[in-house]
C-alpha cells in the first residue's frame, strides 16, 4: 500500500513538471524568445550585411551635407534605403522630414528617432569622404544617427514577426537650432505613439559604452541678440554723443549677476554673451553695438529669458540708450530642458546591460547643452542617451569641431540598441496590455 502511494507522488510530481515544462517552452516561443535579441541584434549588426551598409549610407550623407529644412538628399537617400528594406514610411514631413513604420500596424506605438541636418562649418579633417560641399558638414554625428536607426530599421523588419506591436521610425529634419522636433510634432509625428528613444554620438565616454541618466538630462537652452542704440559722434567730445558703448558694457557685466545674484547655487545656469560688434574708428563713438549670447538653464527657463530681456533694456535706458532684444535670432528658437522618464530609463539601463554587460552602462551628470529631442520628450514620454566612442588608439574632437570625426566601428552598437529597446518596450507593454487600434492608422499610410 505505501509503496503504491509512493508511486502516485512520483508520478503526480513528474506530470507537474512536464506540464510546467511544456508551458514554459510555449512562452517563450511565443514573444519570439524577445529576452535573446540584444545580443543576437549586436551580432547581426556587426555582419557585413549590416555593417557594410550603414557605413556606406553614413559616408554617402557625410559627403552631401545638408542644413536644416534643406535635407531633400538625405530624405531621398533614406527612402531609397526604406524601399530596399521593405518599410512603408510617410513623407515629407516638416519640409524633408520621413517617418517609417514597422510591425503589426496594432499598438502599442514606440518611436525612435534620428537627425539629420548638418552645420554651417568648413570641415578641417583630410579624409576620402571629407565634405563636398564648401562651409557645410556633418560636425554633430547625424550622418551617424540616420546609419545607425537604417541599421536598426533591417534588423527591425526582418525580425517583424516578434514586434508585438508597432515601431516608428522618425528621420528628422533641422535639429541644430530650427526646431525641427516641433515642426514634426506639428505635423503629426508622434500620433498614436506613447513612448520615443533618441541615441546621440558622443567623444566624452568610451568605445562600446552607454550613458543616460533618469529625469533633467540636458538644459533648455535658447539664444539672444540685442541692439543697444545711442547717439555718436567725435570720441574727443563725448558730452555730445550717447555712448551705446558704456551701455553695452554695464548689460554684459549685469548680465553676470542673473546667475551669481539671483540663481540658487545648487540650480545650474548659464548666461553667456559671446559676441559684442560696434564702430569701425579709434576716434568714433559708433550709434549702436550689437551683442548676443546664449542661455542655459534647467528650470525656470523662461523666467531667465525674461530676466535677460529686462536687464538688456532696462540698463540700456540708465544709460540713456534703446534697445531691442531678440529671443530668437535667425530663426532660433529656445528648446526646452531634456528630461527623461525614469521608467524609460530604467528599461534603457536593463537592455544596455543585457547588451554589452554592466561595465557598460554609465550613469551620466546633467549636461548644460540642448537638444531638440526635448520637444518630443516633453510631448510624450522619452528616453535620450550617449553612445561612446573613444578610444585610446585615436583621438575624436567634441562636436561642432571642424575636426570632429566619428568611430564608426560604434554604429553596430547603436542600430542594436534602438532595435532592442524597441522590441523589448512592445513586449513589455503588450504583457500589460494596450489600447484598441486607431481606426485611421492604416488609412494613413
Known amino acids: 500500500m505505501a509503496a503504491t502511494l509512493n508511486n502516485l507522488l512520483l508520478f503526480t510530481l513528474t506530470s507537474q513538471l512536464l506540464l510546467l515544462h511544456l508551458v514554459s517552452s510555449e512562452s517563450s516561443q511565443t514573444t519570439g524568445d524577445a529576452s535573446r535579441f540584444p545580443k543576437k541584434f549586436l551580432e547581426l549588426a556587426k555582419s557585413p550585411d549590416v555593417f557594410d551598409r550603414m557605413v556606406r549610407i553614413r559616408r554617402k550623407i557625410h559627403e552631401n551635407p545638408e542644413l536644416g529644412y534643406e535635407e531633400f538628399e538625405t530624405s531621398k537617400l533614406i527612402r531609397t534605403e526604406l524601399d530596399l528594406i521593405g518599410v512603408k514610411y510617410r513623407y515629407p514631413v516638416a519640409v524633408t522630414g520621413v517617418i517609417g513604420y514597422i510591425g503589426s500596424g496594432e499598438p502599442p506605438f514606440v518611436a525612435l528617432r534620428a537627425d539629420m541636418d548638418a552645420l554651417p562649418m568648413q570641415e578641417a579633417v583630410e579624409w576620402e569622404h571629407k565634405s563636398k560641399v564648401a562651409g557645410k558638414m556633418h560636425a554633430c554625428g547625424h550622418d551617424g544617427h540616420v546609419a545607425m536607426l537604417l541599421g536598426a530599421a533591417k534588423l527591425l523588419h526582418e525580425h517583424r514577426h516578434v514586434l508585438q506591436g508597432t515601431v516608428v521610425l522618425i528621420f528628422q529634419p533641422a535639429e541644430e537650432g530650427l526646431a525641427g522636433a516641433k515642426k514634426m510634432i506639428e505635423e503629426g509625428a508622434l500620433k498614436h505613439v506613447e513612448a520615443i528613444f533618441g541615441i546621440h554620438f558622443t567623444n566624452r565616454v568610451p568605445f562600446g559604452k552607454v550613458s543616460s541618466r533618469p529625469g533633467s538630462m540636458l538644459a533648455g537652452s535658447g539664444f539672444f541678440e540685442a541692439v543697444i542704440t545711442g547717439k555718436g559722434g567725435h570720441a574727443a567730445i563725448p558730452q555730445h554723443t550717447v555712448d551705446p558703448i558704456i551701455a553695452a558694457s554695464s548689460v554684459v557685466l549685469s548680465l553676470q549677476h542673473l546667475v551669481s545674484r539671483e540663481t540658487d547655487p545648487l540650480d545650474s545656469k548659464v548666461v553667456t554673451v559671446s559676441k559684442v560688434n560696434g564702430g569701425n574708428a579709434f576716434n568714433v563713438i559708433p550709434d549702436s553695438v550689437a551683442i548676443g549670447g546664449t542661455i542655459r538653464a534647467f528650470t525656470s527657463f523662461s523666467q531667465l529669458e525674461q530676466r535677460v530681456k529686462e536687464v538688456i533694456t532696462k540698463q540700456a535706458a540708465v544709460h540713456r540708450c534703446n534697445a531691442s532684444v531678440n529671443l530668437t535670432p535667425n530663426g532660433k528658437e529656445p528648446l526646452p530642458p531634456t528630461v527623461n522618464d ?12 543585457d547588451l554589452l554587460g554592466e561595465e557598460s552602462f554609465v550613469e551620466a551628470s546633467p549636461i548644460m547643452g540642448g537638444e531638440d529631442f526635448s520637444y518630443f520628450a516633453e510631448a510624450i514620454p522619452g528616453h535620450f542617451a550617449f553612445l561612446g566612442m573613444q578610444d585610446e588608439a585615436k583621438s575624436y574632437a ?34 500589460k496590455g494596450s489600447s484598441d487600434t486607431p481606426k485611421d492608422f492604416h488609412d494613413e499610410l
Open 398 to 431: 567634441s562636436a561642432h569641431s571642424s575636426l570632429y570625426r566619428i568611430n564608426e566601428d560604434a554604429l553596430p552598437y547603436g542600430a542594436a540598441i534602438h532595435a532592442s529597446m524597441a522590441v523589448q518596450y512592445l513586449k513589455d507593454k503588450a504583457s
Open 342 to 353: 525614469v521608467d524609460l530609463y530604467k528599461q534603457f539601463k536593463n537592455v544596455a546591460i
